[in-house]
């Protein structure tokens, strides 16, 4: 599976701090394996249709979609950026 990172998650990547880097890079190598496993606590978003959230920590979360045989990164900090997926 390959990974598109849309230019709205590169502006968000870059504003992070570094330790989130680290656990948001971990967490994308186990959903290319696995994109039910239970630390990524993978579910739809409510009124955005075809975006999927997913969790880096516990106060950080990533937005993705689904495109043929690739996951676009779409959005990536704390919950807010759920607001607008």
Known sequence: MR?????????DYKK?????????????KILIRDTGHPSLGVRKIEGHPGCWEARVS??????FSWVKDAVALRRVGTHDVLKNP
């Open 58 to 63: 516990r106060a950080c979360r990533f937005t």
């Open 16 to 28: 992070l701090p570094s330790h989130i880097w680290e656990k948001l890079d971990k967490q994308l």
């Open 3 to 11: 990974i598109i990172r849309l230019e709205c998650f590169k502006r």
